[in-house]
Every structure is written in structure tokens, then in C-alpha cells.
Antibody, heavy 118, light 106 residues
Framework: EVQLVQSGAEVKKPGQSLKISCQAS????????IGWVRQMPGKGLEWMGI????????RYSPSFQGQVTISTDKSSKTAYMEWTSLKASDTAMYYC???????????WGQGTLVTVSS | DIQMTQSPSTLSASVGDRVTITCRAS??????LAWYQQSPGKAPKLLIY???SLESGVPSRFSGSGSGTEFTLTISSLQPDDFATYYC????????FGQGTKLQIK
């Protein structure tokens, strides 16, 4: 069974750093793009960026370029998203998403809730 | 960037009803359109891809149609689990989601 299991909820203060994870199982990790999607409270879905684990090719949506860093570790079949300085506006649910081809999501992680508050 | 616009934003219906949600693209996306269902507190779930192809395991009461710039998702007979938010997504070179349609119980 294809699964993406994300790390647990986080509560952080503005200015702190954070790295959340998404561990894949049930398929060949390096063969599929993985993306990250933001969902702010009560709002819709927004692409943040995608990465191809085979060669680490990464693409960021313009709104998120320079704001986050997406990476993978092939040995542990894990994708990551990292912030160096969180803002209150980063409070959201973050989903990792396996893509069939590119951009079409056939498997979602369960989500990681990030709360940034002083 | 291609903009995706869904209508209506909210839809009230009853169990057993037939409902249709519309998604319009700001330019032609051929058939590169998917539909997702998101139940409260859950991750989205893929229902339809390539405008009209039903994802494996998805009930046949869900169907999609359209091409170019106008697309529809139809649920032929609403079941209790279908009350959720639905998103369209284009995936033609780049990708974006519609703003969502909340299907609520009348």
C-alpha cells in the first residue's frame, strides 16, 4: 500500500526554524515527484513546490520561492520542508502529496498542522 | 498563470439529490483537469483525473466531463459521506486549484 506519513503537529514562535517530514512507503520513492501543499485555516489548497527525489530537481511556486526549502533523503525515503524564520502567517496545515506524472496527486499525507504564535 | 474558478462556492442539497459543480479555466487546459474531495479534518482524495476518468475505488455516482475551459463534476445520487468540499485542479505543465465548493446538507 502506498503511504505518506507526515511528522506531528508543531507549535512555534515567530522567528524560529522548523523542518517537517513526509516518509514514503509502498512504492519506489525515486520514481515519483512529491509536492507540498498549504491549506491555511478555512481556506483552499495552494501548491508550494515539488521535488523529484531521483535527482532532487525542485520547483517552487513563485509565492513560496525563497520562503521555504524542499529536500529529500533517498536513504530514508523522506521528503522535507524547512523554514528558517517562521511568521504567524505560516500557520496552516501542510500536506505532502505524491504525484502521478507531474502535479496530479494520487496519494496525500495526513497533514502536519503548524501553528506559529508568540 | 492559469486561474481556476469554481461555482457555486457553496451548494446545499439533500441525500439522493443529483448535483453538479462547475470549474472554469482562464485558458484552455485540454482535459488536464482533476477533481478532489476533502472531508472535514481529512486530506483531499482524488476522484476524477483527465476530466472524466474515475480514479480506482471511487464510486460510480461520481462523474466528470468537459474539455478546454469548462468542466463539471456530477454526483448522481448524494450519499451522506459526499457532504464535503470539492476542488478542481489543472495540471497542464503547471498547476493550480480552484477555490473550492462546499457541499452542505440542506
Amino acid at each position: 500500500e502506498v503511504q505518506l506519513v507526515q511528522s506531528g503537529a508543531e507549535v512555534k514562535k515567530p522567528g524560529q526554524s522548523l523542518k517537517i517530514s513526509c516518509q514514503a512507503s509502498g512504492y519506489t520513492f525515486t520514481n515519483y515527484w512529491i509536492g507540498w501543499v498549504r491549506q491555511m485555516p478555512g481556506k483552499g489548497l495552494e501548491w508550494m513546490g515539488i521535488i523529484f527525489p531521483f535527482d532532487s530537481e525542485t520547483r517552487y511556486s513563485p509565492s513560496f520561492q525563497g520562503q521555504v526549502t524542499i529536500s529529500t533523503d533517498k536513504s530514508s525515503k523522506t521528503a522535507y520542508m524547512e523554514w528558517t524564520s517562521l511568521k504567524a502567517s505560516d500557520t496552516a496545515m501542510y500536506y505532502c502529496a505524491r504525484q502521478r506524472g507531474r502535479w496530479l496527486v494520487d496519494t496525500w499525507g495526513q497533514g502536519t498542522l503548524v501553528t506559529v504564535s508568540s | 498563470d492559469i486561474q481556476m474558478t469554481q461555482s457555486p462556492s457553496t451548494l446545499s442539497a439533500s441525500v439522493g439529490d443529483r448535483v453538479t459543480i462547475t470549474c472554469r479555466a482562464s485558458q484552455s487546459i485540454s482535459s488536464w483537469l482533476a477533481w478532489y474531495q476533502q472531508s472535514p479534518g481529512k486530506a483531499p482524495k482524488l476522484l476524477i483525473y483527465k476530466a472524466s476518468s474515475l480514479e480506482s475505488g471511487v464510486p460510480s455516482r461520481f462523474s466528470g466531463s468537459g474539455s478546454g475551459t469548462e468542466f463539471t463534476l456530477t454526483i448522481s445520487s448524494l450519499q451522506p459521506d459526499d457532504f464535503a468540499t470539492y476542488y478542481c485542479q489543472h495540471y497542464d505543465g503547471s498547476s493550480s486549484f480552484g477555490q473550492g465548493t462546499k457541499l452542505q446538507i440542506k
